[in-house]
């Protein structure tokens, strides 16, 4: 990796974690398109962190008063009501799914990070959840999240299952919550909640996974993870405050459109390459 290439992917983490099409399906085709050595799996979570700054840095306040409700609700009863509360049982109820997943499958996971047919397949497969979630979401009385464990665990599993290279986490929870008719603006709020804690449980699993290869190589190792860092927060902020306007009023069925474009590409570059 170079300095160039480490911006580049910085971008398109920030930009496509949170635009509904998949950014660990971008980490592994842009390399391919290009020719490039895959990015190792901790240069992958690190932009991933970055991505993570950004969303503190627009829902700071509901980051605090979440935190600070859960805590107080512990020791206080009387605090258990209140609705921050609620939301914090419900993000952690979510994220079950994913450390499971997580947990169990992480052995097999970096195996998919190389494959752009692979990557591929799961881009179509989140076209059809996105264009599922949509069509669903018209259709049935709107909900609300907020009290409702069954309908965030529901939501979780769509998190579990992106950590699948061309499967969105920001599509699958969007699109599962409007299976339940929740609204939009809704669903965009509490899937950017939700990816703090399995983004931050994944960079500090990998970091100290990774730690021996990051610190004992050369600077150049770092650079690149900060740069990438960088990078990937200052387009992860941009993108979050553009999804959320779009979803004030257009729905997601243009990103389930270039997902397939960008699967057909793929197919049609991996087919001419075999010759």
């Not at 079950?96 to 881009?123: H, T, V």
């Amino acid at each position: 990796m170079n300095t160039l290439q480490s911006i580049i992917l910085g971008i398109i983490q920030g930009l496509t974690e949170f635009f509904p099409i998949s950014s660990s399906g971008h980490l592994v085709l842009i390399p391919f398109f290009f020719n490039w050595e895959s990015p190792p799996l901790y240069y992958i979570v690190t932009v991933h962190f970055g991505t993570l700054v950004a969303i503190l840095s627009i829902f700071y306040r509901e980051v605090y008063r979440i935190i600070k409700a859960f805590f107080l609700g512990i020791f206080i009863k009387s605090k258990r009501s209140n609705n921050y509360f609620k939301f914090a049982i419900l993000i952690i109820i979510a994220s079950i799914p994913s450390i499971l997943l997580g947990f169990f499958l992480e052995k097999y996971i970096d195996k998919f990070f190389y494959n752009p047919l692979i990557a591929a397949a799961f881009l179509i497969i989140t076209a059809i959840i996105l264009l599922a979630g949509e069509k669903r979401g018209k259709n049935i009385k709107i909900k609300n999240v907020k009290n409702n464990a069954f309908i965030a665990f529901i939501i979780g599993l769509g998190q579990a299952i992106a950590i699948l290279p061309g499967i969105s986490r920001s599509g699958a929870t969007i699109s599962f919550a409007r299976f339940f008719g929740i609204k939009r603006t809704e669903c965009v709020k509490f899937s950017f909640l939700l990816s703090i804690p399995v983004i931050f449980g994944s960079f500090i699993f990998e970091i100290y996974k990774s730690h021996s290869i990051i610190f004992n190589g050369s600077f150049s190792e770092i650079k690149y993870l900060i740069i990438g860092f960088i990078f990937s927060c200052i387009s992860g902020f941009f993108a979050i405050k553009f999804i959320v306007y779009l979803t004030r009023s257009k729905n997601l069925n243009v990103f389930a459109i270039y997902c397939v474009v960008l699967a057909i590409i793929t197919f049609v570059v991996v087919y001419c390459r075999s010759f």
